[in-house]
Every structure is written in C-alpha cells, then in structure tokens.
C-alpha cells in the first residue's frame, strides 16, 4: 500500500507560536519526516519548535529544539536524515520565531502508513 505524504507551509512567522499544519491537530497523520526553517530577516534569529499534546493545557509542551539560532539568510532542517517523530491523535505542532515576520517553514508528513 502506498504511503501517503503531505506538506504544509507557513510564511513570516514571528513571535506568536503558529500551529502547524495550518491550526490542525494530527488526527490522521502518522508522523512528522520533514521540517524546514528558513530565515527570511536581516538578522539572526531564534526559533522554538515544540509538540503540545493538550492544546489547553501548558504544562504539555515538548520540545523538539528549543532557542536554535538561525542567521540570517541561512535555514534549518530540523529532521533530516531519516529520522521521524511520531504523532499522536491530538497532538500539536508549534513553530515560533524571535524576531516578528522572519521565518518560512515547511513541515512534510505522513499520513495512514501502511504495514
């Protein structure tokens, strides 16, 4: 059975977390194969990528990096390598930048894997 993959992609993020992908939790998706940060200011910034498996509540924050500078012009590939993280229904995904409309991210991942 083949494998379903999905991207999803947000721009200029800044210092309010974005839910990704796009505000939807991972009901059906398997797990996360891919993110991408790409630093669009002038400067050199931060990012926060972290897992929230209950949106409501704060003390379920996982990081997956945490403070990771990025300079300027340059990205980051947070997975790679054939690594993944596995998702959970409910689970959420954030990304966050320090500096106000300076990141783009694109997160890759798989749904219904198949045995």
Known sequence: MAQNFRQYKE??????????????????FDCIVGIRLANTSAQSI???VYLQTNPSDAN????????????????????????????????????????????DAIVSVVDAIST
């Open 60 to 103: 379920t924050i996982y990081y997956l990096i945490k403070n990771a500078p990025i300079p300027s012009g340059s990205s980051l590939e947070l997975i790679d390598g054939g690594a993944k993280v596995v998702a959970v229904s409910g689970d959420r995904l954030y990304i966050k930048s320090s500096v106000a409309t300076s990141l």
């Open 11 to 28: 721009r200029n993020i800044g210092t309010t977390a974005v839910d990704m992908p796009n505000g939807s939790d991972f009901d059906s």
């Open 46 to 48: 931060t990012v926060d």
